[in-house]
């Protein structure tokens, strides 16, 4: 593994999970960006022009980081601040800290 990547996995468990509403809103923005890729990839294959290509890209990375945005939103006001209220906050900020770190490059 990469140092810039983070596990796939921590082993932790969420302490709140995300409502069955928040979860499909989450996939499927997650698949209206897996079917943007699939364009790239099209565009690519028809040579279309690299402009074009690049402005697809660029819509697919802020899509990217809404979901993150998302996520990280909700880690925040629930599972740090579940692990605040239980004295585990500073193992919890740490850990988000490192998250926002990577995320922000």
Do not use: W
Request: overall charge neutral; hydrophobic content about 35%.
């Amino acid at each position: 593994m990469n140092e810039q990547q983070l596990p796939v996995h921590s082993g932790k468990h969420p302490s709140h999970a995300k409502s069955a509403a928040e979860k499909e809103q989450l996939l499927n923005r997650l698949k209206r960006i897996e079917g943007q890729v699939r364009g790239i990839q099209k565009m690519i294959d028809e040579d279309r022009y690299c402009v074009d290509i690049l402005v697809q890209i660029s819509a697919i990375n802020a899509a990217l980081k809404k979901v993150g945005f998302t996520l990280l939103e909700k880690h925040t006001n629930h599972c740090v601040a579940d692990a605040i209220h239980k004295g585990n906050g500073e193992e919890a900020i740490d850990e988000l800290m490192k998250v926002v770190q990577q995320f922000s490059k």
